[in-house]
């Protein structure tokens, strides 16, 4: 079972920022918040990953909360080529040995023109 | 070019056959990844490698063989194919922390 829980779907228009919301209530002291999004009939694609601080790269930035239990990730000027499912998960780099990823539903980010 | 190819894209085969599927990385990463994806499943670990010449089982890993003789390829079996090994299956490359999945196989067993 996933141990985040994200929206379903949602919305965005083009060139506005999507924000994307994440629930992580039960994420250990040494576990990363990583962010995938999957295209239709692709691999996933890593987008970013924090532990407690927020972080920004070329395709996104995310918004962790200080108990981090939750965060954002969020894409600042959606594109069409934005539409995906967004996977939010959680990883240690201890404990994640015979785990692996886990993805749950994700969030189907739809980018409306 | 570099990156991380899987073959063959689709495949359909039949119960009790066995089917190996190719992945190739040009990265020189030293962790590989075998994944599994299903409606209603999400993505699951089948097998993992950390080098060549070793690996470990992942979350659901009865039913498949994999091999690492070589840093840059990490082939994943099916020794008897059944219906519920019906699936796409990813392979991924990369450090602990992240990873770079290739494309896909589509595997039908009828």
């Known amino acids: 079972d996933a141990k985040t829980t994200q929206p379903t779907s949602m919305d965005c228009a083009e060139g506005r920022a999507a924000n994307l919301p994440c629930n992580h209530s039960t994420i250990s002291g040494n576990e990363y918040v990583y962010w995938y999004r999957q295209i239709h009939s692709q691999g996933p694609q890593y987008i970013i990953h924090g532990l407690k601080n927020n972080e920004t790269n070329e395709m996104a930035s995310l918004i962790i909360t200080e108990d981090r239990k939750s965060s954002t990730l969020i894409l600042p000027h959606a594109t069409l080529r934005d539409t995906a499912v967004y996977y939010c998960?959680?990883?240690?780099?201890?404990?994640?040995?015979?785990?692996?990823?886990?993805f749950g539903k994700g969030t189907h980010l739809i980018i409306q023109p | 070019d570099a990156g991380i190819t899987q073959s063959p894209r689709y495949k359909i085969t039949e119960t009790g056959r066995q089917v190996t599927l190719m992945c190739h990385q040009t990265w020189s990463h030293s962790y590989m990844f075998w994944y599994r994806q299903d409606l209603g499943h999400g993505l699951r670990l089948i097998y993992y490698?950390?080098?060549?010449?070793?690996?470990d089982k992942g979350e659901v890993p009865d039913g498949y063989v994999v091999s690492r003789s070589k840093t840059e390829n990490f082939p994943l079996t099916l020794e008897s194919a059944t219906r519920s090994q019906t699936s796409v299956y990813f392979c991924?490359?990369?450090?602990?922390?992240?990873?770079?999945f290739g494309p896909g196989t589509r595997l039908l067993v009828l």
């Open positions: 991924a490359s990369g450090g602990w922390e992240t990873q770079y």
């Open positions: 490698s950390a080098a060549a010449d070793i690996t």
């Open positions: 998960t959680q990883w240690g780099d201890s404990g994640g040995g015979a785990d692996g990823l886990t």
